[in-house]
């Protein structure tokens, strides 16, 4: 497959992208940033079968049928995208097959040790009015930057914690405020928790495919494993970081003003995510093609 052909989606998309309004850039300026910032993103990526080190945290082993992109390169590739660097990226994983549409980012977040014992008697309604009501009021934000309102419908996967793992898994549909769109673009998460803070995994995909690709996840996440020292067990109370929010805030209040990176999949980005996906499963098709002629 001609490596124009495989680019195609992504050209496509650039050229969406930089119709948008919300670039600080000129449109000259934002496409030369875009270019790179895929060019370099496609030269950095890595084929499994291999093991990939997450900041120093954690190991996760990467399956053959996977592709990853270093952190820097994913940082750059986002910001590229919707204008914010994001140093707390680890990384991201694409599928080889191009017939998939969907990535995952890769992150920690070293807020300290999260304590868990509210997971017991939380209330999935409350936490999802919680969600509600951060997302409203961070559209005040929004506006004033030109980025389209968000609006939370409900949960696509309602918060399950494991305490026998330390793993915090969610999803709520969120979407630009009064669009009418059935099918749109979903952030299911998967967080595992650490003694210095959490990995997460969030899967971007569609609300008519996140059900199907829920084991992507499951399957990733059971490959993960924290450094000695650097899990949840390994906490030492009375000198380690606590972290000033429990499980249920972590959901309902940091999610929502997280929203505002992960737009990426429900506001900025609403029209032209499919693209995306495309274009960079593509991009991991090709490289799979190239590693099946090679062997």
Known sequence: MPLLSALRPLLALLGLLLSAPLWALSQEQAQEEFVSARQ???AASQLGPRTLTLADQASLQLPAAMVYVPAEETRHLMQAINGHYNDSLQGMVLPISDQEAWMMLLSFEPVGYIRDDDAKAWDPDEM???LKEGTEAANQERRQRGIPELEVLGWAEVPVYSAGNHQLRWSATARDKGSQQRNYTINYKTLALGREGY?????ITDTDNVNRLKPVTAALMAQLTFQPGKRYDDFQAGSDQVAEYGLAALVAGVAAKKLGFFALAAAMLA??????????AAMGGLLGRRRKRKG
């Open 199 to 203: 990995l997460g995994l969030n899967l």
């Open 271 to 280: 029209k032209y995510a499919k693209l995306l996906l495309i274009g960079l």
């Open 40 to 42: 370099a993103a496609m």
């Open 128 to 130: 999802l009015n919680s």
